[in-house]
């Protein structure tokens, strides 16, 4: 079993800045990819960014590209998301989740390739 712990949400100013952390423990010795997605009331589960293991490639929705950072350390399986620039409509529930396989066609922006969540940590943005 793995278990995620997110840290890091809170409220703050639109052009405002956060930092999110997530750390996974347990059996996360096969794990390839850590990501973050977010729900916004309403709405359903987003991909926000994604880490791979793997060469270390990063991945970000349209939507905060140029804003957030994702940076992680497949040792010791933490996973940060720099959140900058913030606006209201980041406003959301965001969810650290853990990609525990390889699979063919994997898709790290499908939050059905990840196998383990976090709680999820509450980000407001006032405007």
């Known amino acids: 079993q793995v278990h995620l712990a997110e840290s890091g949400g809170g409220m703050v100013q639109a052009g405002g800045s956060l930092r999110l952390s997530c750390v996974a423990s347990?059996?996360?010795?096969?794990?390839?990819?850590m990501g973050w997605f977010r729900r916004a009331p309403g709405k359903e589960r987003e991909f926000v960014s994604a880490?791979?293991?793997?060469?270390?490639?990063?991945h970000y929705a349209d939507s905060v590209k140029g804003r957030f950072t994702i940076s992680g350390d497949n040792v010791q399986n933490t996973v940060h998301l720099q959140m900058n620039a913030l606006r209201p409509e980041d406003t959301a529930v965001y969810y650290c989740?853990?990609?525990?396989?390889?699979?063919?066609?994997?898709?790290?922006?499908?939050?059905?390739?990840?196998?383990?969540w976090g709680q999820g940590t509450q980000v407001t943005v006032t405007s």
């Open positions: 989740g853990l990609v525990a396989y390889h699979a063919a066609g994997m898709d790290l922006t499908d939050r059905l390739d990840y196998a383990y």
């Open positions: 347990g059996r996360t010795s096969t794990s390839v990819a």
């Open positions: 880490i791979s293991w793997s060469g270390g490639g990063t």
